[in-house]
């Protein structure tokens, strides 16, 4: 069963374009959302995260918005670089449950010059 | 920040002996942690969650006599393989939660487990 979901195993965007990451749910009870940015071989990297109250939240050039009717999310990076070229994987948790995370399957970015 | 230090980062063992992975969290305490294993262009898959003091909590799948999961103190919690396979070769990763860092979670840098 998996709760968090990326049906996008790969993205390609020129740079200096928008990219667009998308992330969907399936577990109401989640309340905290995160974006990690991951390399082969390395933990992750935290981005950006957005509480189940809020529908978006704004650092630099990363944008993550919530839909909760729709149980979905989305990560925009503008403009896009290539260093920002890796997998980035949605996480997701219920905080008063432990608040172990739920990572999607991941996309793969690929930001070309 | 917070720190977890993860041990070894790589290792290959020979099948049918035990491996044991340690993560430190170097400036903090840390009463949870949590182990995850990851195969290649997949997810993080969270195999348990640690709990200093008592005993891991598993996820559905995870065989808790395989995968042994010790948190003796407030800074160190093991995850020991025991007779791998070569199936159990993946990456494994800690992670603790702490409100000293941006997003609450701190990860370590993970430990390639190669079995032969």
């Known amino acids: 069963d998996q709760q968090v979901k990326q049906n996008s195993p790969s993205l390609s965007v020129q740079e200096g374009r928008i990219s667009i990451l998308n992330c969907d749910y399936t577990?109401?009870?989640?309340?905290?959302f995160l974006w990690y940015k991951k390399y082969p071989a390395e933990g992750p990297t935290f981005l950006i995260s957005?509480?189940?109250?809020?529908d978006k939240n704004e650092d630099g050039r990363f944008t993550v918005f919530l839909n909760k009717s729709a149980k979905h999310l989305s990560l925009h990076i503008v403009p896009s670089q290539p260093g920002d070229s890796a997998v980035y994987f949605c996480?997701?948790?219920?905080?008063?449950?432990?608040?172990?995370?739920?990572f999607g399957q991941g996309t793969e970015l690929s930001v070309k010059p | 920040g917070a720190v977890v230090s993860q041990h070894p980062s790589r290792v290959i063992c020979k099948s049918g002996t035990s491996v044991k992975i340690e993560c430190r969290s170097l400036?903090?305490?840390?009463?949870?942690m949590f182990w995850y294993r990851q195969f290649p262009k997949q997810s993080l898959m969270l195999m348990a969650t640690?709990?200093?003091?008592?005993?891991?909590?598993?996820e559905q799948g995870v065989e808790k006599d395989k995968f042994l999961i010790n948190h003796a103190s407030l800074t160190l919690s093991t995850l020991t393989v025991t007779s791998a396979h070569p199936e159990d070769s993946s990456f494994y990763i800690c992670?603790?939660?702490?409100?000293?860092?941006?997003?609450?979670?701190?990860f370590g840098s993970g430990t390639r487990l190669t079995v032969v």
């Open positions: 992670s603790a939660r702490t409100n000293r860092v941006q997003g609450g979670y701190t």
């Open positions: 957005i509480s189940s109250i809020k």
């Open positions: 640690s709990n200093e003091g008592s005993k891991a909590t598993y």
């Open positions: 400036d903090f305490q840390a009463t949870t």
């Open positions: 577990n109401s009870m989640f309340d905290y």
């Open positions: 996480a997701a948790s219920v905080r008063n449950q432990g608040g172990k995370l739920i």
